[in-house]
């Protein structure tokens, strides 16, 4: 797989990399075999981002992630997050970006790795009760110990990037980015990402697996599914995404490739970096051959057509989740 920078501060990963996410909360019922499988497989085909957080279980998935890395640590570069606080129990209590929680998660996060160092530690979103330059400043001195190699941000507005970058580099931030979520082409995100050589990881770069083409109504997901409470997927708004879904499917077949490998070939083609969910080997693998997928300038403008920027129905989260966006 080809290597690419992320940033401009010496961090390289594979073009693509892999959401943990699913394997431990959010997505249904989980498989630990298959879970490590997966990760072993993603290992084997080049991928070497691994993006994880402390939130997701809470902490089921980071101990998962150790014990897929024991005995071969340097095989991957560990992406986990902070700014979101849990007690030791798992109790959500809300944003919490203050240095001393930083700090304190950053040592539980080390041992639920089971590592040293993490390779790149977000804030997972911005704690608007502590100024970024606080908080990044804390994120800078487990630079300076050596516990954390890169730092970065996930869903902060323009200002927000800067004001953390003139702090200390960031390498990355993180936003979801796709062909139904095109929002930093138009808000200011992506054009100061590139002025200041930040590099762009996407998530949810399948729009929550809508992308994949496989989804055929909301009521196939597990009780506990969130997306059973994503705008997206929800009445009329379900319908007009499945819409655009069958556009795109036309596109791939023409091509000769999955919906699910045309967008994520097309999120590779715009210079970032997906981190496509799974917790399979099949999906997996399916994800990682669109790496090898060439989009033209005639297919983009195709896709364009038929998804431009505000072409899903729906906001991307409920209202209280929609709050945290783009501090």
């Not at 001393?100 to 950053?106: G, H, K, L, P, V």
């Not at 979801?176 to 082409?185: D, M, N, V």
């Not at 715009?270 to 297919?299: C, M």
Request: hydrophobic letters at 40%.
């Amino acid at each position: 797989m080809e290597i690419r920078a992320l940033g401009g501060q010496g961090l390289k990963v594979g073009a693509e990399g892999l959401g943990l996410m699913g394997m431990s909360a959010h997505y249904g019922a989980t498989d630990e075999t298959e879970s490590l499988a997966t990760i072993d497989r993603a290992l084997e085909l080049g991928v070497t981002l691994l993006d994880t957080a402390e939130g997701y279980g809470p902490f089921l998935n980071e101990q998962l992630l150790g014990k897929a890395l024991a005995g071969r640590r340097d095989a991957a570069v560990i992406a986990t997050k902070t700014g979101i606080e849990f007690t030791d129990g798992g109790a959500l209590r809300g944003h919490n970006a203050t240095p001393e929680y930083i700090r304190r998660s950053a040592d539980r996060s080390l041992r639920h790795l089971g590592t040293d160092h993490i390779d790149l530690y977000y804030l997972h979103r911005i704690d608007p009760n502590v100024p970024v330059e606080e908080s990044v400043g804390a994120l800078a001195e487990l630079v300076a110990a050596g516990k954390v190699r890169h730092i970065g941000l996930c869903e902060a507005a323009p200002s927000t990037i800067a004001r953390a970058h003139a702090v200390h580099p960031l390498a990355a931030v993180q936003t979801e980015y796709s062909l139904f979520e095109r929002g930093i082409e138009h808000d200011g995100v992506l054009d100061t990402l590139r002025e200041l050589g930040i590099g762009l990881v996407a998530y949810s770069p399948l729009g929550r697996g809508f992308l994949s083409g496989a989804i055929t109504s909301p009521d196939d997901f597990a009780a506990d599914d969130f997306r059973r409470t994503d705008p997206r997927f929800q009445g009329e708004n379900f319908h007009r995404n499945l819409a655009v879904v069958d556009q795109v499917r036309r596109l791939a077949a023409a091509k000769g490739v999955t919906p699910s490998q045309l967008a994520l070939a097309w999120t590779l083609r715009q210079g970032a970096v997906p981190i496509p969910g799974t917790k399979r080997r099949r999906y997996l693998e399916e994800n990682i051959a669109a790496a090898a997928v060439t989009i033209s300038d005639a297919d983009l403008a195709a896709i364009d057509a038929v998804a431009p920027h505000g072409v899903a129905s729906g906001d991307r989260y409920a209202p209280e989740l929609m709050q945290s966006l783009n501090g």
